[in-house]
Each structure stands twice: as structure tokens, then as C-alpha cells.
């Protein structure tokens, strides 16, 4: 069996690591290139003026980025549903389906 010089090792051993630190950029590079943005993000549409607060939609969105704004009114006087991180948004149209007034459009 050969054995290996420490110096030998050593360089083995910074390859190593370069190679890895080599790919770990390359697949950080590789999902930049393909941000959520650029592979068609989904976008959620609230018709707002229609919207009567009920809180629904709120109840049903898996990722929790559905809330009444109590910062202001709509024009039937209450308080619409808003989008709060529409980057986290997977499109799955819960909101829309529960909607009993067809507030929400989910576009994918
Ligand atoms: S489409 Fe799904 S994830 Fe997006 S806001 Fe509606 S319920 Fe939430
Ligand atoms: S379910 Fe529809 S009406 Fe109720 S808060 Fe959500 S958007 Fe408004």
C-alpha cells in the first residue's frame, strides 16, 4: 500500500476545498439565473373596492401573507384583504377559491 507525503495531503486537501467552494457558487449562480421573478411569478390580484373584509382568504393561505389591512378602508367602508410578501405566494389560488365575492384573481 503507497502511503501519501503530508505535503501530498495538504494539496489533496485545498483541491478539495476549492472544488467545493467551486460548485457551491456555481449553484448559487445557477439559481440566480433562474430567480422566481424570470420563471413567471404568481401574482395575486384583489378587485379591493369589492372586497368586505370577512377574513377569509386570510384563514386558508398556506404561506400565512394574507392580511386585512386595518390601515385604511375601501369604499363599502372595510378593512381589504392584502398580499403583505407577494414573493412568497406559491399560486396555489386557495384565496380565490374561498373568496364568496370573487375578489381574487391568481395569475401564474
Ligand atoms: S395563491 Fe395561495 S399562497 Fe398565494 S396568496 Fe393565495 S392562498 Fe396565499
Ligand atoms: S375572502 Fe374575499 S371578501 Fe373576504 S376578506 Fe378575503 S378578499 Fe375580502
Known amino acids: ?10 494539496i489533496r486537501c485545498t483541491a ?3 472544488f467545493r ?3 457551491t ?3 448559487l449562480e ?17 378587485n379591493e373596492n369589492i372586497c368586505k373584509g370577512c377574513g377569509l382568504c386570510v384563514t386558508v393561505c ?6 386585512l389591512d386595518t390601515t385604511r378602508v375601501n369604499i363599502k367602508g372595510y378593512y381589504p384583504a392584502i398580499v403583505n410578501n407577494m414573493a412568497e405566494c406559491i399560486g396555489c389560488a386557495n384565496c380565490a377559491k374561498i373568496c364568496p365575492d370573487s ?3 391568481v395569475k401564474k
Open 1 to 10: 500500500m503507497s502511503r501519501r507525503s503530508p505535503d501530498a495531503m495538504k
Open 16 to 18: 478539495k476545498l476549492q
Open 21 to 23: 467552494a467551486f460548485l
Open 25 to 27: 457558487t456555481a449553484k
Open 30 to 46: 445557477f439559481r440566480g439565473a433562474f430567480s422566481k421573478e424570470e420563471e413567471g411569478m404568481p401574482e395575486t390580484i384583489f
Open 62 to 67: 398556506p404561506k400565512k401573507i394574507i392580511k
Open 103 to 105: 375578489v381574487i384573481t
